[in-house]
């Protein structure tokens, strides 16, 4: 693994582990996002519907770094497994045609 990935995973480790009374109540609306969307749709968590689901008519409502760490640390704990591909809608990230992993809902946390 390089130097950067390493340095990624620590920054994303740091941010999912944010300890502030706001990263608290932004892991658990994201959680809760993800949650509404495995349960609507048979247990796959689609990033573009989880999107939506944390927007308002300013855009996303937590901090996209937030989110990213929160995906890669509910993978990393078994929650979430890679179930397939779609393509990102998110135009205000920039990520508008690129393509973004779908995630199959596999644990409680």
Known sequence: ??????DLL??????ADDPHPLAER????IIGAMIADAEAHGDE???NRVRALLSNEHGLDVN???LSAMYSRLRAQGVLRHDGWTTSTD??????????????????T
């Open 1 to 6: 693994m390089t130097a950067d990935a390493l």
């Open 10 to 15: 620590e920054l994303l480790a740091a941010i």
């Open 26 to 29: 932004n892991r658990r609306r």
């Open 45 to 47: 968590v689609n990033p």
């Open 64 to 66: 996209p770094r937030m």
């Open 91 to 108: 135009v205000r990230g920039g990520n508008a045609g690129k393509p973004a992993r779908t995630w199959r809902w596999v644990a409680a």
